[in-house]
């Protein structure tokens, strides 16, 4: 069983911060592989924000490197999206998503409404 609480999203002017965070938790004999955040607005396909290996190597899509970091708490199972300089573009609803059982296996989170509005 799997399970994964989001949090940290909200409303936001443009150029403030928002820091999302995703906690999983896996029953079983599986481990949290790879973790990251994806966003999508209405009429658009869900796209890969930010993600993030075990060992720590990143990847970030080319509209928010330099604005947004990802990290991990191994000890945790949690995955955090720092989000600065923040667009009216980054507004949209983030996902989290984390494999495990080796990468053979993923779980989404249920979203997070991030705005960025004056």
């Known amino acids: 069983q799997v399970q994964l609480v989001e949090s940290g999203g909200g409303l936001v002017q443009p150029g403030g911060s928002l820091r999302l965070s995703c906690a999983a938790s896996?029953?079983?004999?599986?481990?949290?592989?790879?973790m990251g955040w994806y966003r999508q607005t209405p009429g658009k396909e869900r796209e890969l924000v930010a993600s993030?290996?075990?060992?720590?190597?990143?990847n970030y899509v080319d509209s928010v490197k330099g604005r947004f970091t990802i990290s991990r708490d191994n000890a945790k199972n949690t995955v955090y999206l720092q989000m600065n300089n923040l667009k009216p573009e980054d507004t949209a609803v983030y996902y989290c998503?984390?494999?495990?059982?080796?990468?053979?296996?993923?779980?989404w989170g249920q979203g997070t409404q991030v705005t960025v509005s004056s």
């Open positions: 998503r984390v494999f495990y059982g080796g990468g053979e296996y993923n779980y």
């Open positions: 896996i029953s079983g004999i599986f481990s949290v592989n790879s």
């Open positions: 993030i290996t075990t060992r720590g190597s990143v």
